[in-house]
């Protein structure tokens, strides 16, 4: 794969797993940087309509809903990005179909990029066994109790697994999200 490869995503499709309370950047500054890229993204929420964001003050922006989860299907997808914000993992950790959803992209190797408080949900979704990776470092804790290896890295990868602490890691969380899933199924990595 030669440079100019591993930042084109034509043809990709990303999901974009998220409900109220996500961080504003950590959704809009990656989705940007992925269609940038020639992905397609859809956002898609437990909740219909649209998706209020979070931006430290209180809630922010509405964006819309693309696709309800009930009608999501992660075959139809080449990549996750789990968006953090301190209230959207915790209510997506509660819905089934949410975690089912994550579980799907880990068994079947597909990339999966997750920023700041977003790991919470792979917890739920028990697919953080021996993995390594960064989060916000109020998760800590949580993410070594669920068998992760939590280092505290601007960005990590973990076959195909991305991972960044906070919103100032963007830009190079952005730049190893679109190389990892430029290269795709990362066979290794499956749950």
């Known amino acids: ?6 930042h084109n995503l034509s043809g990709k499709k990303v999901a974009i797993l998220c409900t109220d ?31 209020k964001s979070w931006t430290g003050e209180g809630f922010g922006q509405a964006v819309p809903v693309d696709m309800p989860l009930d009608s999501a299907n992660a075959d139809d997808f080449d990549a996750l990005l789990l968006p953090g914000g301190t209230l959207n993992p915790d209510h997506l950790r509660m819905e089934r179909a949410a975690i089912e959803f994550v579980r799907a992209f880990f068994e079947a190797g597909k990339p999966v990029a997750a920023i700041c408080h977003g790991p919470q949900t792979l917890i739920d979704a028990q697919v953080l066994s021996g993995r390594r990776l960064t989060s916000y470092p109020s998760i800590k804790r949580d993410l070594i109790n669920a068998g992760a290896h939590w280092v505290d890295e601007e960005v990590v990868c973990d076959q195909g697994l991305v991972t960044s602490r906070r919103p100032s890691d963007i830009p190079a969380f952005n730049r190893k999200m679109i ?13």
């Open 21 to 51: 309370g996500f961080e504003e950047s950590e959704l809009l500054k990656p989705r940007a940087a992925l269609e940038q890229a020639g992905a397609k993204t859809i956002l898609i929420s437990p909740k219909s309509g649209s998706v």
């Open 179 to 191: 190389e990892e899933i430029a290269e795709g199924v990362h066979a290794g990595r499956r749950a």
């Open 1 to 6: 794969m030669n440079s100019s490869d591993s």
